[in-house]
């Protein structure tokens, strides 16, 4: 990569180099015109060190050990009292908000602008081999018994090598970056007996406060699943960190994987454990590590006292700042490895007196692979290489997941499953994760499964009555638009392929949905569509499963883009917003 | 936005609406049969309470989930701080919902041998609604407490 030197003084500013709570301008004078000349790898973890303690922090790898482009969204709408704020933006909201540059790495990893130009520029994020350089070097900074790597979770799955592994390669991509403390959600799909095989083979801790056994009559009803909570000494002082999983496990996901167990956000049992903590235990510092979603936490925060920092997960957000809610600090890493936080804690006197924060980019291009995770990710893709590499064919636009209605790559899937099914409508699921090819790529059946490598891939067929249809999209908009953040459940809208509609997101609950047409025609309430579905529950509300048609998902697009050869997804969503004019409104839900 | 704007505002949508496709108020909107047991929440309260009237308490604890795991077993547990004695305990505890068919979903009467004003059980719920916790002491008072509970097919991942 060439990198010349206003480029560095871009990336220098963009990689907040002067951290949070200040510090000293390292490009003033002589000196720094040295430095500038000589970007690497150190500037990207140049940090303010504060206090004893470091913990650096992880979240929604999606199994990505291998770097990937990532784009994040270019629409991310949400309630009018939501958006614009963090959480709910994206695009040149974000940069407004942070303060990012155009043109800079900041630009690259925090937002969809520029993203196909500047993918050339900067190369691909994230990858086990370029996270472990920047871990070793706090560790060797910090010494390695004063730093933890806390994992937010939906770590194990989303990757060819993960399903076929079920799990296992990640655990061994986590062991060799040396993760101390995880929670989990997708972690769930690989089923109970499966989670317990793995967290046997994690050399660090699961942790959950919010599973508990949901059978009245088992022996352990309504007793923890996992433990709630652990006690880490790091340089003399007692960190206490208690574990939330995905409080919608088990609505969001086929609850055959969680049989028996419930989960929840359980603010009440989260405060009774904070006070054990610092009444019982005499903790100096307690840490939420959490998969509840960055709005979710925010409100979490409104609700219980004495958190000093909450380290979230769940809805993919990069927060190169922290937010504060009430007394606590709340920070979240964005997704797909394409970031480590690093969290640094003064402690004095039994309480935070101070810290620094700084998310760090994975640029992989800055920072030379590590050859002991490059021998790691050979051995576990070995076996399925010559399967994963096959070129299925090549994209002429951008294919992209993200957005809250509509993305390339969600369409691509839905075009595929209604080619193969002749359904009318195809439900495909609104996940934030999977992967983006840049134009022109070829497309890898890897990278078909880096958007569906699920448990549950099946394609259902079977019927559904037109008002049942209206009903479900009022439905799922509801758990995506609510103005309360506890009531929804942090992914994207479902994409429809076959049909259109648009949206009026500020109208009440169940009256959100107007001009609703399927193939081309206006819904006809009484009529029954054909209709295709996977990774929901949609099946289940449906007559008449075509039991003959089930397939992997993945499978059946693969097929397709075989067949194809060339893609062209159009970007125009087939969703008209009524109520906003961008994709990215600012707050007060202006454009 | 004010209240007269946003009326207009929904005028103008399901105007739009009707021209191209029905939303889903339409859909909702069609009458239901009505079974042997039906019963709304404000005959039921009354029925309970005989139109008495009915105090807010810190006393009453009434844990529901946000959102239902499964609409058609919701946790609901009730738990009353008040004393279990002879001439000074709590009398039933009911358990309402506002727009399942039947508004009662169990009533519990207790004695001070129980020992505890508490009671926990499932419900089905037939969609997102409130579910209601009736509480009778033995001098009369009625206690209410009432949570929202989120029934949906469920979404994202």
């Known amino acids: 990569m060439d990198i010349n030197r206003r480029d560095f003084l871009q990336i220098a500013a963009a990689l907040?180099?002067?951290?949070v709570t200040g510090g000293t301008n390292l490009f003033a004078g002589e000196a720094g015109k040295e430095r500038i000349k000589k970007l690497s790898f150190n500037d990207i973890v140049d940090f303010e060190p504060k206090g004893k303690v470091t913990l650096l922090h992880i979240c929604d790898m999606h199994a990505h050990i291998k770097p990937l482009y990532w784009r994040e969204p270019s629409t991310l709408i949400s309630a009018k009292n939501l958006v614009g704020t963090p959480g709910f933006i994206c695009g040149d909201s974000f940069e407004s908000y942070y303060g990012v540059e155009s043109g800079t790495v900041d630009q690259y990893f925090d937002t969809h602008n520029n993203f196909p130009a500047l993918a050339k520029k900067f190369g691909k994020m994230g990858g086990i081999s370029h996270m472990k350089p920047i871990i070793d070097h706090i560790k060797k900074e910090r010494g390695k018994e004063n730093v933890l790597l806390l994992d937010s979770g939906d770590t194990w799955q989303g990757t060819a090598v993960a399903l076929k592994t079920k799990g296992e390669a990640i655990v061994d991509a986590q062991n060799y970056l040396g993760v101390d403390v995880m929670v989990?959600?997708?972690?769930?799909?690989?089923?109970?007996?499966?989670?317990?095989?793995?967290?046997e083979k994690l050399n660090g801790e699961f942790i959950s406060q919010n599973?508990?056994?949901?059978?009245?009559f088992s022996d352990e009803f309504e007793e923890l699943i996992f433990p709630p909570y652990t006690i880490k000494e790091v340089a003399?002082?007692?960190?206490?960190?208690i574990g939330q999983s995905f409080p919608f496990t088990s609505t969001a996901n086929p609850k055959k994987f969680t049989e028996g167990w419930s989960f929840a956000l359980r603010h009440e049992s989260l405060q009774e454990f904070v006070n054990?903590?610092?009444?019982?235990k005499k903790v100096d510092a307690i840490v939420v590590l959490s998969h509840d979603g960055f709005s979710v936490d925010q409100e979490l925060a409104k609700k219980v006292k004495g958190v000093d920092f909450i380290l979230s997960g769940h809805t993919h957000d990069p927060s190169p700042k922290p937010i504060i809610v009430n007394d606590t600090v709340i920070l979240i890493a964005g997704s797909h490895g394409k970031y480590i936080g690093r969290l640094d804690i003064d402690i004095k006197d039994k309480k935070v007196a101070g810290y620094n924060f700084k998310l760090m980019p994975v640029a992989s291009n800055l920072i030379p692979a590590d050859k002991t995770g490059d021998a790691l990710i050979a051995k576990w893709y070995k076996p399925f290489d010559k399967e994963l590499n096959e070129v299925l064919g090549t994209t002429k636009g951008l294919l992209y997941k993200r957005d809250t209605f509509y993305s390339t790559f969600d369409a691509l899937i839905g075009e595929a499953i209604q080619d193969e099914m002749k359904s009318d409508i195809v439900f495909t699921p609104g996940y934030r994760w999977g992967t983006t090819l840049i134009p022109g790529d070829d497309i890898l059946k890897d990278n078909v499964y880096e958007m569906t490598a699920i448990t549950y891939p099946e394609v259902y067929t079977f019927e559904l009555k037109g008002d049942l249809i209206a009903k479900l999209m009022e439905d799922i908009a509801d758990n995506v638009f609510n103005e309360n953040p506890l009531l929804q459940q942090g992914g994207d809208m479902s994409r429809l392929t076959g049909a259109s509609y648009s949206i009026k997101v500020a109208a009440p609950s169940g009256k959100r949905i107007s001009d609703f047409m399927i193939g081309g025609k206006p819904i006809d309430l009484k009529k029954t569509y054909l209709v295709s579905s996977w990774g929901g529950n949609l099946q289940n509300a449906g007559e008449n499963l075509d039991e003959k048609k089930i397939r992997a998902v993945y499978e059946v697009v693969s097929d397709y883009i075989r067949k194809q050869k060339t893609i062209d997804i159009s970007m125009k969503s087939n969703v008209q917003v009524l109520d906003f004019d961008c994709g990215c409104p600012i707050k007060g839900a202006k454009c | 936005m004010k209240r007269r704007n946003f009326m207009q505002g929904l005028l103008l949508s399901s105007a739009v609406a009707i021209t191209t496709s029905p939303t889903l108020l339409s859909a909702e909107e069609k009458p239901k049969k009505a079974g042997p047991n039906d019963m709304d929440y404000k005959t039921a309260e009354a029925a309970i309470t005989g139109g008495k009237e009915i105090k807010e308490s810190d006393t009453l604890k009434l844990t529901v989930p946000e959102i239902a795991e499964n609409g058609a077993v919701v946790p609901v547990k009730v738990e009353v701080d008040h004393p279990m004695e002879e001439n000074n305990f709590v009398k039933a505890i009911h358990v309402l919902n506002t727009k399942n068919g039947n508004a009662r979903s169990a009533d519990i009467m207790l004695t001070p041998l129980n020992g505890k004003g508490y009671f926990a059980t499932r419900i089905k719920?037939?969609?997102?609604?409130?579910?209601?916790?009736?509480?009778?002491?033995s001098d009369g008072t009625f206690l209410k407490a009432a949570k929202s509970v989120k029934v949906t097919i469920g979404g994202c991942g």
């Open chain 1, 184 to 199: 989990g959600h997708w972690e769930f799909t690989y089923g109970k007996e499966r989670v317990f095989e793995l967290i």
């Open chain 1, 211 to 216: 599973v508990i056994d949901n059978d009245p």
């Open chain 1, 16 to 19: 907040g180099l002067l951290g």
């Open chain 1, 236 to 241: 003399g002082a007692k960190i206490g960190i």
């Open chain 1, 276 to 280: 054990e903590l610092r009444n019982e």
């Open chain 2, 125 to 137: 719920l037939g969609g997102t609604q409130d579910v209601v916790a009736l509480v009778e002491l």
